[in-house]
């Protein structure tokens, strides 16, 4: 089957044809869908989802979108960090370390930052039913024993290593994260000390 496309003068030139190896009409519903398979060199592909109901078909709208991201993420960043919670983890016990070289309250201020790190394994735990302080204590104590990224196997509720089991994360949705959580921990701070100030100038 070729494809050919109009060069704008009145004939049609073949060099912007193409080439399938099959090609048929096929019914679906109402529809009538012209398919082109087995292309030759194909620059662009059409994903069909059939499903039962239109709730069941935007479900899997959403996950086939959301892989492709994930996909089209790891080929632009060109690298990837392991999964499972295990980078949270590994954040955690970095600051906590860190935090021992930290003066005043800033101190503090690092080790409310690590805490918060673990927000993402206990949500990982509570969502597959498992015990989530249970879960943390097994992969910090994993963490400590090892020297390389620890988990969260949600099936076991087990520490286990995701890098091993092929669980990865895309690199610039965890730096966005970062990022993200810092500027809104910082502009919530700031309303804290304008509403702080306005009180503070009513009761004068």
């Known amino acids: 089957v070729v494809s050919t496309q109009s060069t704008g003068s009145s004939g049609i030139n073949a060099e912007y044809g193409g080439h399938a190896g ?9 529809d009538k869908y012209s398919f082109l398979e087995e292309c030759d060199n194909p620059q662009s592909v059409t994903i069909l989802i059939k499903g039962p109901n239109k709730h069941t ?3 899997i709208k959403d996950a086939v979108r959301d892989g492709l991201r994930a996909v089209k993420n790891a080929v632009e960043d060109q690298q990837v960090v392991p999964g499972a919670g ?5 954040i955690y016990q970095a600051l906590n370390e860190y935090k021992n070289e930290v003066r005043g ?3 503090l201020g690092v080790e409310a930052f690590a805490t918060a790190m673990l927000i993402i394994p206990k949500c990982l735990a509570q969502n597959a039913g498992h015990d989530a302080q249970d879960c943390l204590v097994k992969m910090l104590q994993e963490y400590k024993g090892v020297d390389r990224p620890v988990g969260l196997d949600l099936s076991t509720g087990e520490a286990f290593y995701p890098a ?5 994360d895309n690199y610039c949705v965890k730096k966005q994260l970062l990022n993200s959580c810092t500027v809104i921990s910082s502009n919530l701070l700031i309303v804290d000390e304008v509403m702080r100030a306005g009180m ?3 009761k004068g």
């Open 86 to 90: 295990s980078m949270e983890i590994a």
């Open 105 to 107: 309250k800033a101190r």
């Open 22 to 30: 099959l090609f048929y009409e096929h019914v679906l519903g109402d």
């Open 200 to 202: 503070s100038s009513l």
């Open 164 to 168: 091993e089991a092929g669980i990865w």
């Open 57 to 59: 078909i935007t479900q």
